[in-house]
């Protein structure tokens, strides 16, 4: 069966990849870089083609340049992000492996390797489902791109909530690079480096490294462990290499990348919550804990894909995207958070999870006919995931649970058109039809093949339109408003639940989107931008996390609403000195009277009403906002330069995100409600322009401000929490 469903997938990219050969024309790029066009104004790729951020009706935020490298430059992972722009929140309960990403409050809270996400990452065009590649490290990248509200037509797969999309800087057709190191607290390494230049007149490469590493930094003070003494270290390598082939109409770029980590899995602390408060408690100490159980986690991934396109004269230019993905991922963890205190299980659990993804799209964008263009397309994504899990005693004896396989795949067909009546007035409108199926396994025992250990299997599949229409107004050429109705949706979920030893399922999500804005540019002086927003999501798929016995349910709430303002501004009021702020207000609330979730197994303070069904004591959740969906999201950084002659400067640039409590769980408790967290960095430094050099010291959480981010709701009030201040310095060329 693999050998066959491999000759197919084959064939079908050998096929797409032979397709982009035709008549001949000129060469466009298969994925022109979104940053800034030749008059300064910011250029997006938001509807899959180059255009000014002020034409496309998207509310879109855009990261690239000096700000993208200083806010990823102490080592940390795509969580760095959050909070960065409008509406986007990032956590993870698995460390650097698991990011889970909410845009507007709509997210998955599901820590299973099978949860389906509403916030698709695309990355380098390839659109990626399992959060254990979605987890790749950003590093040389032409920019990042957050487009919120639903992309269901444009884009690959599961986009009801936004998009974020990652696009590597490409080879270039002069020598170009750059090599950037630097030392901080815990012995935290960052050194990346690049090199791009051309091989001949048609054929270019860029290469490009990384590698993070930091010393565990929290002391293990439980004496008779018989594991780890530290942790909260890693080691985390990552590689790309891109090969670029241009000759007249045709571009063929192939892309490789790989990761290799080891290191820590998510440290959970028992006991840090003090009860009746969301407090820490009285003495906590970041940099101690006390754990009997171990928590290694290590990855190793690699890709590959490869981008072609051919422009035919005077017609448009057609796309091919054919990728693999593979992860394998293994994480162990202290769950229980080990000593002191209440200690449920006195076991560890964890185990094996590898996903596989292919996908092959091909799409064609016109040029325009008078006031006409269109792109048009298909779309194929195959996702193979097998996990295994189990458990450890305090003496390391391992205990296999469960073996699970799942197939996911997913058929599309999709077209847009835009039409330009008058030069002031941009009309779009798009459909897409998508079909998805799944298949699941269950196996009680290690081996998802011995169904004599006792098994059973869940299957879903459907079909579904999304849709969209929007104007946009120019009431000059610095400014315009826009108008925008969505809609997207999220495929009926199957998770197998290895506690029922069954696989449950939930219904598609559908959401409709209702967005309106305006946005005004001054190149070089000013950019400012405003949306505002209402979604309504039906049948909602949640998924209650924790409780007494660390259960995963798959649910259909009713339905949830959301609304909403953001806004970003950018500004250079004075010489030198340059501004940017960002900020967004998100509503959210479930709405479903006849839905209940376990609370807590105890030891926290309910404030939901409870009823006791069967025995059993339940929360209703209806009114309440979505788990890790703050209401306030704000950023704010600030540039300003002293000119020193010959091309040489002194600066110093700050930053900062705040974001406003949130809940952890669905349902509401004084002990799990995130505390407001506002994070500050800060850089200075002195630059040689003329011969490309920088050294600079930075800090990153300077306020050093500790606060809960995440939790295990068994009964022990098990916090996780975020990242600890980091200073140092770093040296960075240029060439």
């Avoid at 090969?243 to 602390?269: C, M, Q, V």
Wanted: glycine residues 10%.
């Amino acid at each position: 069966m693999v050998s066959s469903r491999l000759r197919r997938l084959t064939a079908v990219s050998v096929f797409a990849v032979a397709a982009s050969f035709g008549a001949p024309a000129h060469a466009q790029s298969t994925a022109p870089a979104a940053d800034e066009g030749a008059d300064g104004s910011i250029v997006v790729t938001a509807t899959r083609r180059a255009e000014r951020a002020l034409d496309v009706p998207v509310a879109v935020s855009a990261l690239a340049g000096e700000k993208l490298d200083v806010l990823n430059s102490s080592g940390q992972d795509i969580r760095f992000l959050s909070a960065r722009v409008p509406s986007l929140q990032i956590e993870s309960s698995f460390g650097r492996t698991f990011p889970r990403f909410y845009v507007r409050g709509l997210g998955n809270t599901d820590f299973s390797a099978d949860a389906a996400q509403p916030v698709s990452v695309v990355y380098d065009n390839v659109a990626l489902e399992s959060p254990m590649l979605k987890a790749f490290p950003a590093f040389d990248l032409e920019n990042v791109e957050v487009l919120k509200g639903p992309q269901g037509t444009l884009f690959g797969r599961n986009t009801p909530a936004g998009v974020v999309k990652l696009t590597s800087k490409r080879p270039t057709e002069e020598l170009d690079g750059h090599v950037s190191a630097s030392w901080a607290t815990y012995n935290t390494v960052n050194l990346e480096a690049a090199v791009g230049a051309p091989l001949t007149d048609k054929l270019r490469f860029r290469v490009a490294g990384l590698v993070q590493r930091r010393d565990d930094w929290v002391k293990n003070d439980y004496a008779q462990t018989i594991n780890e003494k530290k942790f909260e270290g890693y080691q985390d390598y990552a590689g790309r290499f891109q090969l670029e082939y241009e000759d007249g109409p045709l571009d063929i770029l192939f892309n490789a990348h790989a990761r290799s980590l080891k290191g820590t899995a998510r440290l959970f602390r028992a006991n840090a919550i003090k009860p009746g408060t969301n407090d820490l408690v009285d003495g906590f100490d970041i940099e101690r804990t006390a754990q009997n159980g171990s928590n290694p986690q290590t990855l190793e991934s690699w890709g590959a894909n490869i981008q072609a396109s051919y422009e035919f004269d005077g017609l448009g230019s057609l796309y091919s995207i054919t990728a693999w993905e593979r992860a394998s991922v293994f994480s162990r963890g202290d769950i229980d958070g080990g000593y002191p205190g209440i200690v449920p299980f006195q076991v560890q659990t964890g185990g094996t999870t590898t996903p596989k993804e292919f996908s092959q799209e091909l799409r064609f964008a016109s040029k325009k006919f008078g006031n006409v263009s269109f792109q048009a397309g298909g779309y194929f994504f195959n996702q193979n995931l097998e996990s295994a899990s189990g458990s450890w005693s305090n003496t390391n004896a391992y205990t296999p649970s469960s073996a699970s396989h799942l197939d996911n795949e997913t058929y599309a067909a999709f077209g847009s058109v835009e039409y330009t009546p008058v030069d002031s007035l941009i009309l779009r409108g798009g459909v897409r039809w998508s079909h998805d199926k799944r298949y699941a396994i269950l196996v009680n025992g290690d081996d998802v093949n011995d169904t004599a250990a006792g098994f059973s299997t869940g299957s879903t599949s459907g079909s579904k339109w999304s849709w969209d229409a929007s104007a946009t107004y120019k009431v000059s050429p610095f400014a315009s408003f826009y108008a925008r109705v969505a809609s997207g949706y999220l495929g009926a979920a199957l998770k197998n639940d290895t506690i029922a030893g069954v696989a449950t399922t939930a219904r598609p999500q559908t959401t409709i989107s209702y967005e309106a804005g305006f946005k005004t540019e001054q190149p070089g002086l000013f950019n400012f931008s405003i949306d505002g927003y209402y979604f309504d999501t039906k049948n909602i798929q949640l998924t209650a996390v924790g409780g007494g016995s660390n259960v995963t349910q798959l649910m259909n709430a009713r339905k949830a609403i959301g609304y909403g303002v953001e806004t970003e501004l950018s500004a250079t009021p004075v010489e030198n000195l340059v501004v940017t702020l960002g900020g967004s207000y998100n509503f959210t609330e479930l709405k479903d009277k006849s839905l209940f979730v376990a609370p807590c197994g105890g030891g926290c303070t309910v404030t939901d009403p409870l009823v006791t069904v069967g025995g059993t004591t339940l929360a209703s959740i209806d009114g309440n906002r979505l788990p890790q969906a703050p209401r306030w999201i704000g950023s704010a950084t600030l540039r300003y330069a002293v000119p020193l002659g010959n091309d040489n400067e002194v600066f110093a640039y700050t930053d900062w995100s705040y974001r406003s409590k949130i809940n952890l769980f669905l349902y509401d408790s004084i002990e799990f409600t995130g505390k407001s967290y506002l994070e500050g960095g800060a850089r200075v430094g002195y630059r040689d322009n003329s011969r490309g050099y920088e050294v600079a010291a930075f800090a990153r959480n300077i306020t050093n401000q500790v606060r809960i981010v995440g939790a295990i709701d068994f009964n022990n009030l098990t916090a996780m929490m975020n990242e600890p201040r980091i200073i140092g310095g770093e040296v960075r060329f240029d060439f």
